[in-house]
């Protein structure tokens, strides 16, 4: 019976303390369809708040009481029955699963079944037993809590008794396949759905079986039959690849339905490439010659894990199916503006279909590797006001490539990727979409990811309209429903070496959290980040780093960024770096308007964080840094601080270190610039709290901080203008920070083009101006360095009363040039636009002097021209006509030196033929002896620059080579001789170049009597030439021509008659007597004419007829 006595206080009081600790035994785990039904009586609770326990019973049972069991095997139970009594009618029991408590209050867990009020009993003694199937299967033991609730909010007394429940299994209709593979070899096509029957499955090798493998849903309590026999679930089924060869499969689930599923069995030729064209045809092959036309067509028919590609011809192709992308698949169209994709699936926002639902994407593939997407837009945009769901869904990828593509327009997400590794994606758009459900949690971004490895990101362009995140990780929103898509909150969202640079991300519209929180350009919620760089990028809205750090390396570098937040419009409101995970380092940003530019909204104390060398500019927000829960080893140094009228809360603006009651420790706040340049002076202060418990601790260094117009803080504190330029922030030459060793930040080292969003000229007069030189050539603002000769614009800008920068009129600026340590004024010369030309050395200050909206205000910079470059010295070599070949000269040559400076007076030249002795150059430098030679000159300017010194060869040859013979002139050789006549060239200057001597080794008797020449010639390298001629003559006399007779007779008897004749003839010749000799020569020429042919041959006795006529005159 339902009965309590005493308050609600006093009940809760006592059962808090009357806590048991039972665990009840083990419910049993079914390992087959025979699973008996499990009853658990409510007394054997573990845990309790707010009930009283009775002996067969629980009682007393109020709104927010709870009552827990321990160790509940769920395992294959579909239904939990309740027997219980229920007063109220607004009352319901919830049956939480994994829930944690803390004795009073329990939070989290799982909701795996509701109990809604019966009709109620005053008395609460009529049970009724209630059948609840569970919202959620589960397998394993688990805590389960039974939480009692009033429908309508608040407490409610008196709800009634909880007497048993008890877990069983309704029989399941399941009858489906969860899977089904079919190996290496093959491919299903269209890829396995559980709900599509009839399969193709494609063979491309020639193998005489697949493995065909199917896997029911309702494992172990439906089977399986593979063409009337049973099969072992999971277990492959060998089936043959001939053509048309076929498996039926059926599924019976455990009440005895029935589904059954067709494989057969096509052979196909692999192709490398599988085309897709408006004019072709779902029918053709897939060839270049036989194109498909639909991209879904395509994503059914090509083969899984062969490297191949489809690609896609130019064209808008409509899509009402989207494409379920084999693994191993590349996809290619004809250009981002050629190839369009518009899938017509929408995102319903209704129901179950509000989670990710990677179906409904236009591409979707899961484990994939080696592939690329490029050059193809995707567009979302079905209707003016229907969008479709999703662009590309990848999951479990590798080695990837993403680029050139443009994703627009879609309800839910352009991009989602996760678990993958080895990827870059570049070069590409990505617009208008993002989702916003109806808890703003359940956002989601333009390109959306998680778990992501070695993953680069760059040259992206995104805009987001709707208030959803540009790029973000899938926080824990997208981890609550459905349960079956995200088991748990580590889900795939960890980032390992992860880079992201040359980003353009804009989320224009404000999102839908309080306070006017817009929407966030990158966001990495929950998530492990390790190594991660953001560099290089103009953002419009944060960065949310609100992640964690495992391991204790740097988790996040966020460099050479711009947050640009334009306060009239609604992203004024933006803070720029929200960093919750530890270890990380911001530097060389500029950050403009907005709130807090870098944030910690969490309580927890943050360690090594490094903030450095940034421009805070205009921040409108209470805090510069906003941690809650304080810092811990942290720096904050050399960064420039700009404040003006536009900070909301003067008295809270500070930095803040710590909130909550926490404390700071290990911080240094050094080398900073605090500047003030609104009209309000002295604002705010440079380091405050929100509690009075908060501090700073004592190991805390603040130092060397310069102040303007604001509260000085800590040691070396100094309070003056720090002279900085407005529009590039660096140091004026004069500029106190100098001496005081903070290093300046500038636009050059932010290394982006910064738009700093001028100011309207609204007729007020100017406060401040600055003159500093658009072409930067010092490393000191206000300090010119140029050489003769250089120009560059001067820049004027200024600030107004309001202390924004605001661009000077040219027609409101006038310049002034003033010589300095004697230097002539007219070294510049500085027209009305501001150019400024270097025309000789010397040191002079510019002044610009601007009057505008009756005020005058001046600035000026000091310019150094300075002759830096060394001169410059020719030299040429005269008279043309001296040149020979090969650079040499054949005549005599002179070298004349000419030198040119940048200043107006001439250097002063010398030059050496050996390199160490130096003479002054006056006149040209004759060279009339043939040699080789090196003419060293150099030149000195006025300024002491000196030239390195150069080199010029000069050889001269004027020589014509020698021939010389190995004869005299004149040399005599007889008939019987051998001639033998050669020459050789020399050249003592520049060598031989070529040379013309023939050997003659020649016998004399075949040469011509009397006088003979020969001739031998030779050129040098420096193209001189000599020809020479040697005279010889051939000779005959008695003696010779007997020799030459023995020599050619060849029988003796013949030899001896003929030298007789010859000595009788030369006996007469010596005597005087020409008679006889000839008549003695007559009977020699007789015998040869006998013997001609015999014992000598005619051509000899021919030659030797002739010598003897020669003899005989």
């Not at 703003?440 to 971004?445: E, F, K, M, Y």
């Not at 070599?877 to 020979?884: M, Y």
Request: glycine letters at 8%; aromatic letters at 10%.
């Amino acid at each position: 019976m339902f009965a309590r006595a005493g308050s609600r206080l006093g009940i809760k009081s006592l059962i808090c303390s009357l806590i048991v600790s039972t665990v009840i035994g083990v419910l049993g785990t079914p390992a087959s369809a025979a699973l008996s039904p499990t009853r658990v009586e409510a007394e054997t609770y573990t845990k309790a708040a707010g009930v009283v326990k009775q002996p067969t019973y629980v009682g007393f049972i109020d709104g927010y009481d709870w009552i827990r069991y321990d160790n509940v095997d769920l395992t294959n139970y579909t239904d939990l029955a309740v027997y219980a009594s229920i007063v109220k009618a607004n009352a319901k029991i919830d049956v939480m699963m994994d829930a944690t408590d803390d004795g009073i209050n329990i939070s989290g867990g799982t909701k795996i079944a509701m109990m809604a009020g019966t009709t109620p009993d005053p008395n609460a003694t009529t049970y009724s037993l209630r059948k609840l199937p569970l919202m959620f299967k589960a397998s394993g033991k688990h805590t389960l809590y039974f939480r009692f609730l009033n429908n309508n909010g608040g407490t409610l007394p008196g709800i009634g008794n909880l007497d048993w429940f008890e877990l069983s299994r309704t029989p399941s209709s399941e009858a489906s396949l969860k899977q089904v593979t079919v190996g290496q070899q093959a491919s299903l096509q269209p890829a396995f759905t559980p709900n599509s029957t009839a399969y193709t499955v494609v063979v491309y090798d020639d193998v005489p079986i697949v493995e065909l493998t199917p896997q029911v849903t309702d494992t172990g309590f439906a089977n399986i039959s593979i063409n009337g026999a049973q099969q072992v679930d999971g277990a492959p089924y060998p089936l043959p690849t001939a053509q048309a060869s076929s498996a039926v499969v059926t599924v019976t689930a455990e009440n005895g339905n029935q589904k059954v599923y067709t494989f057969t069995v096509e052979r196909r030729q692999l192709l490398s490439t599988y085309y897709v064209s408006l004019q072709g045809t779902d029918a053709g092959d897939g060839s270049a010659q036989q194109p498909w036309k639909t991209l879904s067509y395509a994503c059914d028919h090509v083969p899984t894990n062969r490297g191949v590609t489809i690609q896609l011809a130019e064209g808008t192709y409509e899509e009402n199916t989207t494409c379920s992308l084999p693994s191993g698949v590349s996809i290619a169209g004809a250009g981002m503006t050629k190839t369009i994709i518009k899938p017509k699936v929408t995102h319903d926002m209704n129901g179950a279909a509000w989670n990710y639902d990677d179906a409904k994407f236009a591409i979707h593939v899961r484990d994939t590797a080696n592939v690329s997407f490029h050059d193809f837009k995707l567009d979302g945009k079905i209707e003016e006001t229907v969008r479709a769901h999703g662009g590309l869904f990848i999951k479990k990828g590798e080695n990837l490539l993403i680029h050139d593509v443009e994703m627009d327009d879609f309800d839910f997400s352009g991009l989602w990727m996760t678990e993958i590794s080895n990827a870059k994606l570049y070069n590409s758009v990505f617009l208008k979409k993002g989702f916003i459900g109806e808890n703003t949690w359940n956002r989601t971004g333009n390109v959306m990811f998680g778990k992501l490895t070695d993953v680069d990101m760059h040259d992206l362009f995104v805009r987001e309209d709707r208030g959803a995140d540009g790029i973000a990780t899938m926080e824990y929103g997208w981890r609550q429903q459905p349960y079956n898509q995200f088991p748990n909150q580590d889900w795939y969202i960890d980032l390992y070496r992860v880079k992201m640079y040359n980003l353009d991300v804009d989320v224009r519209q404000k999102g839908l959290w309080g306070n006017g929180q817009p929407g966030i350009a990158i966001e990495l919620w929950g998530t492990d980040i390790n190594d991660v760089e953001i560099s290089h990028s103009i953002f419009s809205d944060n960065l949310s780093m609100a992640g964690k750090n495992s391991n204790g390396t740097q988790s996040v570098r966020i460099h050479h960024n711009q947050f640009l937040a334009d306060p009239a419009g609604p992203n004024g409101y933006t803070y720029s770096t929200e960093i919750i995970s530890p270890f990380a380092e911001i530097d060389h940003n500029y950050f403009h308007n907005g709130y807090y530019p870098i944030a910690d909204f969490s309580s927890d104390t943050k360690e090594g964080i490094r903030v450095h060398h940034n421009v805070f500019d205009h921040n409108e927000g209470i805090d510069f840094l906003h941690f809650r829960g304080g810092l811990k080893n942290s720096q904050f140094t050399n960064n420039v601080v700009i404040i003006g009228d536009n900070l909301r809360d003067f008295d809270k603006g500070k930095l803040a270190f710590a909130t909550l009651g926490k404390v700071s420790d290990g911080l240094v706040v050094k080398n900073n610039i605090f500047q003030n340049v609104g009209k309000i002076t002295n604002q705010g202060t440079f380091i405050g709290h929100f509690n009075a418990t908060d501090s700073l601790g004592s190991n805390n260094i603040i130092d060397n901080n310069l102040f303007d117009q604001w509260k000085e803080a800590g040691t070396n504190a100094v309070s003056k203008d720090p002279l900085i330029s407005p529009d590039d922030f660096r140091f004026r030459f004069d500029s106190p920070a100098i001496g005081m060793g903070i290093e300046q930040i500038n636009t050059e080292d932010i290394g982006l083009p910064i738009d700093f969003r001028w100011a309207e000229l609204t007729g007020q007069p100017v406060d401040r101006i600055w003159l500093n030189q658009s072409a930067v050539q010092s490393d000191v603002p206000g300090l010119i360095d140029l050489k003769v000769g250089e120009s560059l614009d001067l820049k004027v800008t200024g600030r107004n009363e309001d202390g924004y920068v605001i661009a000077i009129p040219q027609q409101s600026i006038t310049y002034s040039v003033e010589g300095v340590i004697g230097s002539d004024p007219s070294v510049v010369n500085v027209d009305g636009s501001g150019k400024l030309q270097a025309l000789d050395a010397g040191i002079v200050k510019v002044t610009a002097i601007v009057t505008l909206n009756g005020s005058t205000r001046k600035s000026a910079v000091y310019v150094t021209v300075r002759d830096l470059n060394p001169p410059v010295t020719t030299a040429q070599l005269t008279p043309d006509s001296a040149a020979g070949l090969n650079g040499w000269f054949v005549k005599p040559v002179n070298v004349v030196l000419s030198a040119t400076d940048d200043a107006k007076r001439p250097p002063a030249t010398t030059y050496s033929l050996d390199g160490m002795n130096w003479q002054p150059y006056t006149q040209p430098v004759p060279f009339t002896v043939d040699g080789d030679y090196t003419l060293h000159y150099r030149s000195i300017d006025m300024a002491g620059n000196t030239e390195a010194a150069k080199s010029l060869a000069i050889k001269l040859d004027q020589t014509k080579p020698t021939v010389t013979f190995s004869v005299y002139e004149g040399a005599v050789f007889h008939v019987d001789q051998i001639v033998q006549i050669s020459c050789s060239a020399t050249d003592v200057t520049s060598g031989i170049a070529s040379s013309s001597c023939p050997s003659l080794n020649q016998p004399a008797y075949q040469l011509a009597l009397g006088a003979n020449t020969y001739t031998g010639t030779a050129v040098d390298q420096a193209g001189n030439a000599e020809s020479s001629v040697l005279h010889y003559t051939i000779a005959v006399d008695f003696s010779s021509l007997l020799r030459l007779t023995q020599a050619f007779v060849t029988k003796e008897d013949v030899a001896v008659s003929l030298a007789d004749k010859l000595q009788a003839a030369a006996v007469s010749q010596e005597s005087g007597n020409p008679t006889a000799r000839n008549n003695q020569l007559s009977a020699y020429q007789h015998l040869l004419s006998a013997q001609s042919g015999k014992a000598l041959t005619s051509e000899k006795a021919a030659i030797l007829q002739q010598y003897a006529d020669v003899l005989k005159q």
